[in-house]
Every structure is written in structure tokens, then in C-alpha cells.
């Protein structure tokens, strides 16, 4: 549908190009974002929010679970399929109906049961489910087709809209805060579903679903694709996991208003490391896949080297800036209380957020050789360490917060350090050897290639 590149601009020169986007949503809906947790928390109160907040992060860890990995597909099979787009697409979102509804059903049916939702409630998670899902395919796809600028247009709208349409809501229906807030939640996902729709055109390929037939089968396999995306369906699985269950287990063993509490400076910290790496990542991905799946994989690695040296560079100039200031600015924003305790507890989830997001970027050349099953096996660990971790702190220091970030961060700092491991013993491999060679040595050895 698009031109990949722009004729004479080369893949650094790209990523600067669409870093600039991606570093736009930091202020706009990344500001509304980080805004919007202490507006409703006041609003809210610490249990009330600590409510809506556990049931939301339910949402975005079963959205991930369930499509995160056919989005992650998009971005890396773009350039495999590339004459074939409007056929991958259509087998995509054929996958995210069959993947959305199914998993949508089954949060309906959990919330009424074991969550003791009302009926409205229930079916407004149903549908804000479905449509973040596709939401998510749609915001992968404009990526793979380096549509940054949209991506920024697009997530403003959506988050400005859930930002008033929501404080409205919960003025004018007091009673049911939760109700309120997922019906704004179902409208901002719409409004920018409909706006990827119509800039990806998507649509073209969502009315051909049902139209493939045997000989267009033939040609488009799907087998790489389930191959790779598969084991990425459970490592977000794990991986959200860590962001879910520990709330859970906080609000068990001290209650609503501390894990209330304790999430909104969770979700602020680390929305806050995310806003500011993830558009690092997001701008690499697809020119990291293209420059890999084009042979140009000396311009991809160098290009790798410089931003685990600059994530390197702003987490340590965060970890310094937190204790003169930062949670003071923390505290005083979401009404947390000033105690040694919460400030500890923001200091860990600082430090396991900024971990993830590096991480992130160690394991793409494992992403490229499609390895992913060895990802899912290095999450596994790290999920074992959180969830022993966990327990441990839930016995021995159950009515300590700060504790309670302890495992993401120990889960974080795991899946990093075996991401350095399996490199170092893929050594004699080129694609890892030219990783290597560019973190630890100087960059005219990989000219040699």
C-alpha cells in the first residue's frame, strides 16, 4: 500500500524521522495519559480507583495475551509478505475476530461471576475488549507502513477523548464510576479505530475476510507467522502478568486503598518510563525488520547499539532525579502518602520498568531469527523468579508495600540478564557476533563482515 522508504533516505535517517513522532506522543497523549491517573484518583478516591485500575489492567493483560502476538506479527511479516499485504491483513484481523470475541466471552463471563459486575458493566469490558484488540492490529499495521505521524494523531484523539468524555461521565453519573469510565474508554477506542480504518484502509481488506479462496490460500502461508507469533501469545501472557498479579495480591493482604494507592504511582512511574523509551522502540522495529529482511544488517545493529546506550543514559539520569524530587512531585500529584515505605515502592517500580523497556531492545535479533520460542523460555524463568518472589514477600513482609515491586523488578533484571546470555553463547553466529562486536568493540570490526 505504501512506500517503505523515501527515495535517498537511509535507515538512521528514517529513525530519526519517525522517532520525532513517537517522541510527540510523550507530550500529547502520553501528558493526557499521566494527567489523567491523579485527576481520577481524586475523583475516584484510593479504593474506587484501585477498583477501576485492577479491572483495566485486566483488560490491557488479556488484550496482549490474546492479540499481542498477531501484532507483533504485523510488523515483522510486512516485509516477508510484502506483495501480499492486502492478503496478510486480511488473514490478521481474520485471526483477531476469532481471537477478540473468544477472549471477550470469557472476560464477560468471568465479571459476572467472579467480580460481581453488573450486567452493563460486563458488556461494556465485552466490547471495550473487542475494540481495543482490533485497535491494537490497526496501530501495528500503521507502524509496519511507517505511518508515525497518524500513530500520533491518532493515540491524541483517542486519549483527549477518554481524558473529558470521562471526567464528564463521572460528574454526571456519580453512582456508577466504573460504568462511566469504561463507556468513555469504548468511545475513545472507536473514534481511533475508525480513524486507522480509513488511513490504513484496512477496510478494504476486512470486507475481503471471507473472500480468499483455495488458490489464494495456496500461495500465502500462514505457517511462519503462527510459528512465531504463537509463543509470543504466552510471553505476553507472562509478561502482563507481572504488571497484574501482584495488585491482586497487595489488595488481598492490605486492602483497596493501599493497592489504590500504590498503583496510581505504579501506573504514573511506569507509564512515565514507557512514554519515554517505547518510542525508541516503536521507531526501530519496523526499519530494525526491514533493514534485516534487506541484508543491510550493519546499518541495523549500529543503529541498536546507539539507543541501549541512550535508554541506558535517561534511566540513569531518572534513578538520579527520584529521590531529590521525584517522588516528592509523585506524592504531592496522586495524594500518595510521603512515607519511606511508597517511596521505595516507586523507586523499584522505576527500575523494573526501565529494565523491561531495554530489554526489549536486547532480545529483537531474536525477534529477527524468529526465535521466539527461546524468548518464552527465558520469560518462563523470569516469571518463576517474580512469582517465587512474590510469595516470599507476601509471607514475610505482607504489610510492607515497597515490597511489592520487588518481583517485576527481580523478573526484569532475569529476562535482561538472559537476553546477554544467550547472545554471548550464539557468539559464532554472525547476526549475534555483530551485536556483540558493536556494544563491546569498536565499530570498524563489523565492516569486516
Known sequence: MYNLCHKGMDIAQRFKRDLGYYLLVIIVPGGLNAALIPVLKRLLGAADFGKFSIKYSLLLFLVSAGVGWISQGVVRFRFVYGNQEKLLVSKIFRLCLIASFSIATVLYLGSRLFHDCSRALSFMMFTAFVLC?????????AQANFLARFILISESVRTATFFVLGVLLLRLWPNFPQEALFFALNISYLISLILLMIRTKAG???????????????????????GYGLPLAFWFVLSYGMTYFDKIVLAKSIGYEAQGNYQSLFDLISKGVVYVLLPV???????????????DKTGAFRLLKKLLFMELALVLLGAISYWPFGFKVLSWLLKVPPSPSYATAGFLAFLGAALWQMAMLLHKPLEMQKRTITMLKMNLVSFAIFGGTLVVVWILNSRNVQWYALPY???????????????????????????????FHKERSLKKQ
Open 204 to 226: 478494504f481488506a476486512i470486507a475481503g475476510i471471507m473472500k480468499t479462496g483455495p488458490a489464494e490460500n495456496a500461495e500465502f502461508k500462514m505457517g511462519g507467522f503462527f
Open 409 to 439: 523488578l527481580l523478573g526484569g533484571i532475569t529476562y535482561a540478564l538472559l537476553c546477554l546470555v544467550t547472545i554471548g553463547r550464539d557468539k559464532k553466529n554472525s547476526l549475534f557476533g555483530a551485536l556483540l562486536r558493536l556494544v
Open 133 to 141: 484488540a482490533f485497535q491494537n492490529v490497526l496501530i501495528s499495521l
Open 281 to 295: 522502540t516503536n521507531a526501530l522495529f519496523p526499519l530494525f525488520t526491514k533493514a534485516f529482511e534487506s541484508g
